[in-house]
């Protein structure tokens, strides 16, 4: 699951990348922390009257795939918090995805 030697590019941290994270070069946990991240913004920008745009919203649900894939694989060594985080965002995408398309149907009703 995780590269030979390859340790996670945030600063100070020496945990392994796994081999699903290579490409991001990050711990699953430095992940988490910038895909919640991201998320919270969207969700504040959605708040805020803007509207988020398709590159946003693809990234957010390809994250969700990630969730899937992730919790998903047997070999996974993911702890009981990791796993919970994976959950974690599933969910606040799956509720920022609600929330947009319920904003989008409210609009449409009122024009």
Same mark, same amino acid.
């Given at each position: 699951m995780?590269t030979?030697?390859?340790t996670?590019?945030a ?13 991001? !070069?990050?711990?699953?946990?430095h992940?988490?922390? !910038?895909?919640f991240?991201?998320?919270? &913004?969207?969700t504040?920008?959605?708040?805020? *009257?803007?509207d ?5 919203? %693809?990234?957010l649900l ?5 969730a899937?894939?992730?919790? !998903?694989?047997?070999d &996974?060594?993911?702890?009981? %918090?990791?796993?919970?985080?994976l959950?974690?965002?599933?969910? !606040?995408?799956?509720n920022?995805n609600?929330?947009?398309?319920? *904003? ?8």
């Open positions: 995780t030979p030697n390859r996670c590019q600063p100070s941290c020496t945990v392994e990348v796994p081999a699903v994270l290579e490409i991001e !070069g990050l711990c699953l946990n992940y988490l922390d !910038g895909a991240a991201k998320l919270a &913004a969207a504040q920008d959605f708040q805020n *009257g803007q988020l745009d398709y590159r946003t919203m %693809d990234w390809a994250q969700v795939d990630f899937i894939e992730s919790l !998903g694989q047997e &996974a060594v993911w702890d009981a %918090d990791q796993r919970s985080k959950l974690e965002l599933l969910l !606040g995408v799956a920022l609600e929330y947009v398309r319920h *904003g989008t149907v409210i609009a449409r009703h009122s024009d």
